[in-house]
Nanobody, 125 residues
């Protein structure tokens, strides 16, 4: 069974950095896309950054306007891991951050859309 496990959240002061990690484990044929979403207090879950597999020509990276220039999404394919480097954090970044992956367990199986359990990030002085 495919599982996603996030780590790296915590409490930081404004201006500081955090790096989130998400490992995809289980029976994996291919990971087609990975992303980070967040749910801020009183708001719906929303996309922060995504990375789509583009094969030999490279993937597509997208960021929410609120984090462009401050956050960087990257992937370590050999370890089925995605990272979110968050710099220049501000209080408005406070949220639960969720990892997302679209995965196939076999070449002919269905495309699974999987979520991690979430990790809390709090930015406060």
């Amino acid at each position: 069974q495919v599982q996603l496990v996030e780590s790296g959240g915590g409490l930081v002061q404004p201006g500081e950095s955090l790096r989130l990690s998400c490992v995809v484990s289980g029976n994996i044929f291919h990971i087609y896309a990975m992303a980070w979403h967040r749910q801020r207090p009183g708001r719906q879950r929303a996309l922060v950054a995504s990375l789509t597999d583009g094969g030999s020509i490279g993937g597509t990276v997208r960021y929410d306007d609120d984090v462009k220039g401050r956050f960087t999404i990257s992937r370590e394919e050999e370890k089925n891991t995605v990272f979110l480097q968050m710099d220049s954090l501000i209080p408005e970044d406070t949220a639960i951050y969720y990892c997302y992956a679209s995965v196939k367990e076999t070449s002919t199986g269905p495309l699974l859309r999987m979520w991690g359990q979430g990790t809390q990030v709090t930015v406060s002085s």
